[in-house]
Nanobody
Framework: QVQLVESGGGLVQTGGSLRLTCAASGRGFSTYAMGWFRQAPGKEREFVAA????????YDADSVKGRFTISRNNAKNTIYLQMNSLKPEDTAVYYCAAKRNVYATSRADEYDYWGQGTQVTVSS
């Protein structure tokens, strides 16, 4: 069992930056692929970024390429999402997810554990 807790959300102006953190507890973190997803009001949950167990392979949604960077520190059981050049359309609740497999994917239904989410609001 893995518990995930996100932090770092908040209110920021267009063009600003935030760094989200997801702290994991439980066994096996270093063997899990991890992902970030987001859900805006009235919309379905969508993939943002994912990272394989080693941190070598990462995947980003087209909407965030060049602006967001996912990373992990297995020694600290933590992953991060650095978000730069934020836009109002990035406003959403951001969720951290863990997958009991070393390979990262963009499919939400392949992730086994989820955090409670952290709100990110980008004002225009």
């Amino acid at each position: 069992q893995v518990q995930l807790v996100e932090s770092g959300g908040g209110l920021v102006q267009t063009g600003g930056s935030l760094r989200l953190t997801c702290a994991a507890s439980g066994r096996g973190f270093s063997t899990y692929a991890m992902g970030w997803f987001r859900q805006a009001p009235g919309k379905e949950r969508e993939f943002v970024a994912a990272i394989a167990w080693s941190g070598v392979s990462t995947y980003d949604a087209d909407s965030v390429k060049g602006r967001f960077t996912i990373s992990r520190n297995n020694a600290k059981n933590t992953i991060y999402l650095q978000m730069n050049s934020l836009k109002p359309e990035d406003t959403a609740v951001y969720y951290c997810a863990a997958k009991r497999n070393v390979y990262a994917t963009s499919r939400a239904d392949e992730y086994d554990y989820w955090g409670q989410g952290t709100q990110v609001t980008v004002s225009s």
